[in-house]
């Protein structure tokens, strides 16, 4: 069983998931927001440089 395998997405796949993620994001913040609460402004730091850097690799492909 290969977990790490390549794979393609139609736009509208892709776009299922990313909405899938963040309804599970909102989800888990809305249950869990007082142990996540202290940890928010690293939460943030960590979603803008993982996101900026996926939108990196997009725009140069």
């Known amino acids: 069983m290969t977990l790490?395998?390549?794979f393609?997405?139609?736009w509208w796949q892709a776009g299922l998931f990313k909405w899938g993620l963040l309804a599970?994001?909102?989800a888990i913040g809305a249950?869990?927001?007082g142990f996540f609460g202290g940890y928010l402004?690293?939460?943030i730091v960590l979603a803008?440089?993982?996101l900026?850097?996926?939108s990196y690799?997009?725009?140069k492909q």
């Open 41 to 43: 402004p690293v939460l």
């Open 57 to 59: 690799i997009w725009w």
């Open 8 to 10: 393609t997405l139609k």
């Open 31 to 33: 249950f869990w927001h």
């Open 48 to 50: 803008v440089l993982s």
């Open 4 to 6: 790490l395998k390549t």
């Open 52 to 54: 900026a850097y996926i």
């Open 24 to 26: 599970l994001g909102i």
